[in-house]
């Protein structure tokens, strides 16, 4: 039972007189009816309500539930008059005081958006006290209740004015929660026009009021409040716990991440032949695809300064910048006339962002295209395919190794090449790298640039180790992922 429900069944208790405990000396609400019926006859003698607006005899056939004997029922429509407001044209409104305006209040000012508007005093015959009790009357507000503040109402609403003159017969607050509560809401929700035009007083003629004594009114506004004040404090601490558990898978996939890159979740071995070996390989490999031309030569890239270095890692692993240990290019650029079908002997299929789902390539949504596609626009098994560019900046980044041959990728995607990409899939995953991202601003601009993505800092361990990184952190993922589908 959520919050909601919970207060439903506390107002339900409540005007059933068994949320709290009883007391019949010299105590009844008989007494009370009696005084109000009293002051009526003064009233209709003063002409200040109508006659038939007085109680009278009641027939008691139709009650909805039982109540405490000293409690009464009374209808309505006998003790209280709703009051519809008053709207004046929108040429008169303001949106600042002014001399002889008046605070014009719509359902909406009772909410969490207030539009304050204001109105001369003259043009408005509706008016509220601080502590009146409004209702709304019509469209998807009615059955919303507000405790008034001082100023004028308009026609969305109506006031619950007293059929009576001492105040101190009803408690305004046990009134307000009588209106919250299911007597009143389960009736005005149930008009059948109620959702169009809204209800008036006469739709209110078969609506019962119980009424206790007025110490026991109080009695039982405390008990409401004390019992809200729980409810809240529990949905407070419910909703907590459901964003905790929200939360906390992805929360523990970044950390199993960030430990795999600072070298914390896997033992180091020392007989493991150091990063910089493997860099010197990799470098080797670079110069000699450019010898053979199969890569372009590029611009040397700055050297990393210890400022940039945002973390520590253990001495046999080394920073190095991203440009340095793989090819990156974008893909081909199509015109919308070079799509074309599957069944074209000259369509060549080609990737796009939609192609990779939860860090896998997806072939469900594939595009193919009769147009010139260059050697190194081509995937190959092993490599590694990235949105570079996405009208969303969570889409940014997001990367999938690939698994199968023949297919392009579209010119907002990236390939990276590398022999390390196992490893480089992890890392892409990670924190280190998103952080990077954003420093740069590329989820500012939704793009990464080919010279930002060169100049990523990436954490180098030796060969060895990074199967092991690779081995235990797609081991814990994928069983952590399957527990908690429901996230992911």
């Not at 105040?167 to 026009?193: A, G, P, T």
């Amino acid at each position: 039972m959520n919050a909601v429900e919970l207060k439903k069944s506390v107002l339900n208790y409540a005007f059933q007189g068994r949320l709290t405990k009883t007391s019949t000396l010299n105590d009844s609400a008989k007494h009370t009816l009696e005084k109000i019926m009293q002051e009526q006859i003064t009233l209709i003698k003063e002409k200040k309500i109508k006659k038939e607006n007085s109680i009278d005899s009641t027939n008691y056939s139709d009650i909805p539930f039982d109540i405490p004997d000293h409690w009464v029922w009374v209808k309505h429509n006998q003790i209280f008059e709703i009051i519809g407001g008053s709207q004046p044209p929108k040429s008169y409104f303001k949106s600042e005081p002014s001399p002889n305006y008046v605070r014009l209040y719509q359902i909406r000012d009772y909410g969490n958006s207030p539009v304050p508007v204001y109105v001369p005093k003259n043009k408005v015959t509706k008016f509220t006290n601080d502590g009146d009790i409004l209702l709304a009357r019509y469209g998807a507000s009615v059955g919303k209740v507000f405790i008034a503040k001082q100023g004028a109402y308009n026609v969305a609403m109506a006031k619950i004015k007293k059929l009576f003159q001492s105040e101190h017969l009803i408690d305004n607050l046990y009134l307000y929660y009588y209106y919250c509560s299911s007597i009143y809401q389960s009736k005005v929700r149930n008009f059948s026009r109620s959702a169009q035009s809204g209800f008036n007083k006469n739709d209110l003629n078969s609506l019962w009021f119980p009424l206790p004594p007025l110490e026991e009114q109080k009695r039982i506004i405390d008990k409401i409040e004390e019992l809200f004040f729980k409810i809240d404090s529990y949905d407070n601490h419910y909703l907590a716990l459901e964003a905790l558990n929200k939360r906390f898978p992805k929360d523990l996939e970044k950390s199993i991440l960030q430990y795999a890159m600072a070298g914390k979740l896997v033992e180091q071995d020392t007989s493991d032949e150091p990063a910089s070996e493997l860099l010197k390989r990799i470098s080797e490999q670079k110069e000699q695809m450019v010898k053979e031309k199969i890569i372009k030569k590029e611009k040397a890239l700055p050297p990393i300064i210890e400022e940039e270095i945002p973390f520590d890692i253990p001495e046999t692993w080394e920073w190095v910048k991203l440009g340095e240990i793989c090819v990156t290019n974008i893909g081909v650029t199509y015109k919308p006339e070079s799509i074309t079908t599957k069944e074209n002997p000259n369509s060549i299929p080609v990737l796009r962002s939609s192609n990779i789902q939860n860090s896998l390539i997806d072939l469900n949504d594939l595009v193919y295209v009769n147009s010139e596609v260059r050697n190194n626009q081509f995937l190959h098994p092993g490599d590694i395919l990235m949105c570079v560019r996405n009208g969303s900046p969570k889409l940014v980044g997001k990367t999938a190794i690939v698994n199968c041959s023949g297919m392009a990728f579209g010119a907002f995607m990236s390939k990276v090449s590398s022999p390390i990409n196992e490893y480089l899939q992890i890392f892409f995953q990670s924190n280190v790298f998103k952080d990077q991202l954003v420093s740069s601003k590329t989820t500012t601009i939704n793009q990464i640039t080919q010279s930002v993505l060169k100049n990523i800092l990436v954490p180098i361990p030796p060969l060895e180790e990074q199967k092991r990184i690779v081995f235990a952190t797609n081991n814990v993922l994928n069983k952590f992922k399957e527990k908690f589908k429901h996230v992911f």
